[in-house]
């Protein structure tokens, strides 16, 4: 048998440059890294859009509990908390922080101007100051930009406006609030060359949206649009079923409308977005430097049309625009 101080000796001949426990345990330790998930909303209504992050960094090889540890952060629709959450995330500390918005993105970006973010859903992230430009962000911000360009404002009113048959000139409505970082004028300009007459209405709470819905529906309004909007993405049951009760056609920025019941919707699909931003975060954990990741816009649209809905309104979807559907809700 050999004996402890014989086992030492073999293994210093060996070559072993510690004691072979310590060894043994440093080539089997895995560095346990910290994502901080800063969202604008509430758990309850963007839960699947943070598991897309997280499950896009489990296929990348990053596990829960494993190699990463996810901080959440939740702002409950108060953009004024983001600054307070964001300070939080950098003191935790955490090794990357992905931002659910523009809003969020702006609040990490004081918050740190050293570790890496990742921010998703950002309407005009030059424009906001949040990076240099898009191919070259040149600081601690990279990500995604869910720039609704002209384009796709043209397209949302196109489509809604393949819907509505009475009237020469329909009257739509875009509805916003304090929140909305989206270009609102650019809808009226496409309105014109459409022959619609666009209005703006802006709702600050929920209160208001009942009377706003109730003031649309005594002024004949033929349809509503809500852009990007992070208060009423959080209200999309509420806005979806009173576009409903009121008779009004609805076209939205985000798919998540349209499974609470809104008649349609033009969007890069949200879920796909933050699915990408664990790419981003993947590349910085492995030692990628965010000011010379360029940020990414959308590369796919989807329109999402509710049958269901439409047949609710009395509204005959054309055959034509239900086979350029990407999906149909029954």
Do not use: C
């Amino acid at each position: 048998m050999m004996d402890r101080r014989a086992f030492m000796l073999v293994s210093v001949s060996a070559g072993a440059a510690v004691p072979w426990p310590t060894a043994a345990f440093a080539q089997t330790r895995t560095k346990v890294r910290t994502v901080g998930l800063l969202m604008t909303t509430s758990r309850s209504v963007a839960s699947h859009i943070a598991a897309a992050v997280v499950d896009g960094l489990r296929e990348l090889g990053h596990t829960e509990g494993k190699n990463v540890l996810f901080e959440y952060r939740w702002a409950e629709g108060q953009r004024e908390r983001l600054a307070e959450l964001g300070a939080e995330l950098v003191r935790h500390p955490v090794d990357v922080i992905v931002a659910s918005s523009q809003a969020a993105a702006l609040a990490a970006q004081r918050a740190t101007k050293t570790i890496p973010i990742v921010m998703v859903n950002a309407a005009d992230p030059v424009k906001a100051g949040l990076v240099a430009s898009l191919a070259r962000p040149g600081g601690n911000v990279t990500g995604l930009s869910q720039q609704l360009t002209p384009e796709i404002r043209a397209k949302q009113l196109q489509l809604l406006k393949e819907l509505l048959t009475k009237g020469s000139r329909p009257l739509v409505v875009v509805l916003h609030s304090p929140t909305t970082t989206v270009e609102l004028g650019e809808y009226e300009t496409t309105g014109r060359a459409l022959e619609l007459r666009v209005q703006f209405i802006e709702v600050r709470n929920r209160d208001d949206l009942g009377r706003t819905f109730a003031a649309m529906a005594r002024d004949h309004v033929d349809a509503v649009l809500v852009p990007g909007d992070t208060f009423l993405f959080t209200e999309r049951q509420r806005v979806t079923e009173l576009a409903l009760e009121r008779r009004l056609p609805g076209m939205y920025s985000l798919r998540e409308f349209t499974e609470a019941g809104g008649l349609m919707s033009y969007s890069a699909p949200l879920t796909e977005q933050f699915r990408r931003a664990a790419v981003y975060v993947d590349k910085i954990l492995r030692g990628a430097s965010p000011a010379t990741l360029p940020v990414e816009s959308p590369s796919h649209y989807e329109l999402v049309i509710n049958l269901k809905t439409a047949k609710a309104l009395g509204l005959t979807v054309p055959k034509a625009l239900l086979q350029r559907a990407d999906e149909v809700i029954q």
